[in-house]
């Protein structure tokens, strides 16, 4: 069963950091890029990050560019999305996805499976 479960959300204040953990199982990362998306309150799913392990593919949206970095622990099958200077403007339900594809991008209509999301708030 294929199961990706996100945690590391919280609240924390303009220029702050977290990091947000996906722990991906029941597939091989070999086989399915992990993307980072994120939703706001009345606003569309927006594509936030991807990466793919075989290939290294790693993409960013122009608006984190710089400040999140997307990443893989091959040995616990998790991947991070590290976010340094957060900006009220980065508030959303954090959901990571997967796609089988070594050439992913940031459509979230190309992913198949989903977390059930962790939440970020950050305060001005």
């Known amino acids: 069963e294929v199961q990706l479960v996100e945690s590391g959300g919280g609240l924390v204040q303009t220029g702050g950091s977290l990091r947000l953990s996906c722990a991906a199982s029941g597939f091989s990362l070999d086989d399915y890029a992990i993307g980072w998306f994120r939703q706001a309150p009345g606003k569309e799913r927006e594509g936030v990050s991807c990466i793919a392990r075989r290939t290294g593919v790693t993409m960013y949206a122009d608006s984190v560019k710089g400040r999140f970095t997307i990443s893989i622990d091959n040995a616990k099958n998790t991947v991070y999305l590290q976010m340094n200077s957060l900006e009220p403007e980065d508030t959303a339900v954090y959901y990571c996805?997967?796609?089988?594809?070594?050439?992913?991008?940031?459509?979230?209509?190309?992913?198949?499976?989903w977390g059930q999301g962790t939440r970020v708030g950050v305060s001005s």
């Open positions: 996805a997967a796609e089988r594809t070594v050439y992913p991008g940031l459509m979230p209509w190309s992913y198949e499976y």
